[in-house]
């Protein structure tokens, strides 16, 4: 991209954070704003990578405010529950100290399904609860806060976070003896929502436990129970001989985004972990593919959904970053054809990308209900992908 055409769309994403701000009650702050996890985690990626790109102390302030709100509004009960305080159970003073203990509300607007009432799968997306992709997402942005900030309390949140969500999603199956993992838990993680796994949950808690790792290693205040040897074994272990295709945008942006984030923590390490990059590539692959063929972006803009097509524009400046990376990589394994054929092949479909941005750049396209419906999560993810850095560091 010339330095004309990036320095047009960091101004563009700087505009879109400040009318997030503005919309979510962050800038003029309100005691509780509109919170939503996974939006809330791309936005501090954001917020930090507007503070690197420009230097101004707005945004790493807009960043870690962000970080206190999210915490304050979802860390606790809500206001419609007979339970109050924070959802770890700890006492004021303990639960700001260690304000991850007990995991985050995803931020629905309906309140989660009470044990005796029936699981209803459409109802089910609107209620709350806890997720455990929203949780590596907000795992992510945290450790982001603490590499940008240096202050290694945001990257403890996270594995605080990391030993919560694992020890309460993760089980062993009862007939196999395997781990699994739900999907959606209780608000207070005392019990399933839904009970089947989330197709790349593994995957996702995989490499964000190993980003966590390597970001702890800096810290030289490392508490004994920071380590997440454990947890990574049981990871890996529930994503070996798994195929994580799908023809989802979002997940196909996903999938591209986790390889790039692991190539970044394994190819100074000698590339250990190229089987498992060989996989999410191969995945991707056949996922685009499928895709492309059923010709989505013709579609008018009342039947297409803004975020979901725009992680997909992620994904693939992610794999930009990650075809430079292995070309100028000593580490990586040039002898891998299979893997850079791959990468070859994928890079076909950044059109596709440049397409999506273009689109919903318009203002036009920006009236339709789809995008209105859900404007938060929908300016978030074009900020995200115009200024992707941000969010595809590990």
């Known amino acids: 991209m010339r330095k004309t055409e990036q320095n047009a769309s960091l101004s563009t994403a700087r505009e879109l954070m400040i009318e997030f701000a503005d919309l979510t009650g962050l800038m003029p702050a ?77 931020g629905k607007e309906m309140n989660e399904r009470r044990p005796d009432e029936p699981y209803d799968e459409r109802l089910e997306w609107e209620r709350d609860g806890q997720y455990y992709h929203y949780l590596t997402k907000w795992m992510h942005a945290l450790s982001r806060a603490s590499s940008v900030t240096e202050d290694p309390t945001y990257n403890r949140w996270a594995i605080e976070l990391a030993k919560t969500a694992h020890a309460r999603f993760t089980y062993d199956h009862p007939a196999s003896g395997r781990k699994r993992m739900y999907w959606k838990m209780s608000i207070d993680l005392s019990h399933p929502l839904v009970p089947s796994m989330g197709h790349h949950d593994p995957l996702d808690g995989l490499i964000t436990y190993l980003q966590l790792q390597a970001t702890a290693a800096r810290d030289s205040d490392k508490s004994p129970g920071s380590d997440l040897g454990a947890e990574i074994t049981d990871l890996a272990a529930l994503c070996e001989g798994k195929q994580w295709t799908t023809d989802d945008p979002l997940g196909i942006g996903e999938l591209l985004s986790s390889a790039y984030k692991l190539a970044q923590l394994t190819v100074p390490k000698g590339f250990e972990k190229d089987a498992l990059l060989d996989t999410i590539l191969h995945s991707s692959l056949t996922g685009i593919q499928s895709y492309a063929r059923s010709n989505p972006l013709d579609l008018p803009a009342q039947e297409r959904l803004p975020f979901r097509e725009l992680g997909l524009s992620i994904g693939l400046h992610a794999l930009e970053r990650l075809q430079a990376l292995i070309e100028h990589s000593a580490g990586c394994p040039t002898g891998n054809r299979r893997l850079h054929s791959q990468i070859d092949e994928l890079t076909r479909s950044k059109p596709l990308g440049d397409m999506i941005e273009k689109y919903w750049l318009e203002p036009s396209n920006r009236q339709a209900d789809t995008w209105q419906a859900h404007r938060a999560i929908n300016m978030v993810m074009l900020a995200t992908s115009l200024a992707p850095d941000g969010y595809l560091s590990p």
Not at 52 to 66: C, Q, V
Not at 86 to 95: A, K, N, T, V
């Open 30 to 106: 309100r005691e509780k704003g509109q919170r939503y996890l996974w939006t809330d985690a791309f936005a501090v990626c954001n917020f930090l990578e507007l503070y690197r790109s420009f230097g101004d102390e707005i945004y790493k302030s807009l960043a870690l405010r962000l970080v206190d709100q999210v915490h304050a509004v979802l860390g606790r009960h809500r206001d419609d529950d007979s339970r109050t305080g924070w959802i770890s159970g700890l006492d004021q003073h303990e639960g700001i100290m260690h304000p991850t203990r007990g995991g985050l509300r995803i």
